[in-house]
T-cell receptor
């Protein structure tokens, strides 16, 4: 089954801690994306990568970091510099200008 | 950059009625307009899309129309069913001016009452 796998589904973080969200795809897509979703708001782009070993900031990159060492993997680290990290995080991938394939999401809560 | 506005934010219809959701975009270079459906606690899934060289596209009970001159596009769902209840997002995507990234509207929560 081809698709996007995100883990963990739920994550709790204490203030001051870094956490890393995993995203793996087996669709052979070049481009991968991280979005943040808050209640009543659309999807806001955090980071995106169009090719291995390259990535760009999206609209709300502050307090986040990513890496793209393999085509299949695009992990997102939420650092302690992110002041309001409680949100639903979605990873997606696509090929060219076309349909985005999303994972099931990771819900991060700061305790 | 691209800006997408989506209306209404909530929509409640009776089963069997039609539902219409509208979006406007700002970047005339955007050329791909998908619609996604998101069920509670899950990731969005594409339900229909349209490219800039087409004015209308239909897939069973779902249709999308695009007016490039006015820079707006709409989702039409006919004969609504309770399983259509979800959050719907529109998006605008441009390869040249936006590097293939999608800009999303804020979403419409559709409730279909049995």
């Amino acid at each position: 089954d081809g698709g996007i796998t995100q883990s963990p589904k739920y994550l709790f973080r204490k203030e001051g801690q870094n956490v890393t969200l995993s995203c793996e795809q087996n669709l052979n897509h070049d481009a991968m994306y991280w979005y943040r979703q808050d209640p009543g708001q659309g999807l806001r782009l955090i980071y995106y990568s169009q090719i291995v070993n390259d990535f760009q900031k999206g609209d709300i990159a502050e307090g986040y970091s990513v890496s793209r060492e393999k085509k299949e993997s695009f992990p997102l680290t939420v650092t302690s510099a992110q002041k309001n990290p409680t949100a639903f995080y979605l990873c997606a991938s696509n090929q060219g200008v076309g349909e985005l394939f999303f994972g099931e999401g990771s819900r991060l809560t700061v305790l | 950059g691209e800006n997408v506005e989506q209306h209404p934010s909530t929509l409640s219809v009776q089963e069997g009625d039609s539902a219409v959701i509208k979006c406007t975009y700002s970047d005339s270079a955007s050329n791909y307009f998908p619609w996604y459906k998101q069920e509670l606690g899950k990731g969005p899934q594409l339900i229909i899309d349209i490219r800039s060289n087409v004015g209308e596209k239909k897939d069973q009970r779902i249709a999308v129309t695009l007016n490039k001159t006015a820079k707006h596009f709409s989702l039409h769902i006919t004969e609504t069913q309770p399983e259509d209840s979800a959050v719907y997002f529109c998006a605008a995507t441009g390869f040249i001016t936006n590097a293939g990234k999608s800009t999303f509207g804020d979403g419409t929560t559709l409730t279909v009452k049995p």
